[in-house]
């Protein structure tokens, strides 16, 4: 089975910057789609963002020219570069992965458990 682990969450001041990684494992034929969604206290989780393994990119406007996703292919695992954190992006982040684990397979959707980001002012 696959497994999502999130890593580098943390506090930082306002205009400070955190590196999330999701380090993705088990038995994986390719990762299709690979994400990040957040969810404040009492808020609806929303996307952050995704990258495709063909490259397309999708950014909430709220983090539009602050945060970048990339990904390490060789290594299974998704990045997710805040920079220019503001209060507002206080959230716990999930990792999301949309993978196929046979090469006839069909697309799964596999979470992370969560990491903890907050942003100080």
Same mark, same amino acid.
């Given at each position: ?7 580098? #969450?943390?506090?930082? &001041?306002?205009? $400070?910057?955190? *590196?999330?990684?999701? =380090?993705?494992?088990? !038995? ?6 690979? #994400?990040?969604?957040? &969810?404040?206290? $009492?808020?609806? *989780?929303?996307?952050? =963002?995704?990258?495709? !393994? ?16 990339? *990904? ?50």
């Amino acid at each position: 089975q696959v497994q999502l682990v999130e890593s580098g #969450g943390g506090l930082v &001041q306002t205009g $400070g910057s955190l *590196r999330l990684s999701c =380090a993705a494992s088990g !038995s994986i034929f390719n990762i299709y789609l690979m #994400g990040w969604y957040r &969810q404040a206290p $009492g808020k609806q *989780r929303e996307l952050v =963002a995704t990258l495709t !393994s063909g490259g397309s990119t999708n950014y909430a406007d709220s983090v539009k020219g602050r945060f970048t996703i990339s *990904r390490d292919n060789a290594k299974n695992t998704g990045i997710l570069q805040m920079n220019s954190l503001k209060p507002e992006d206080t959230a716990v982040y999930y990792c999301y992965a949309e993978i196929q684990t046979r090469g006839w397979g069909s697309l799964t959707a596999y979470w992370g458990q969560g990491t903890q980001v907050t942003v100080s002012s």
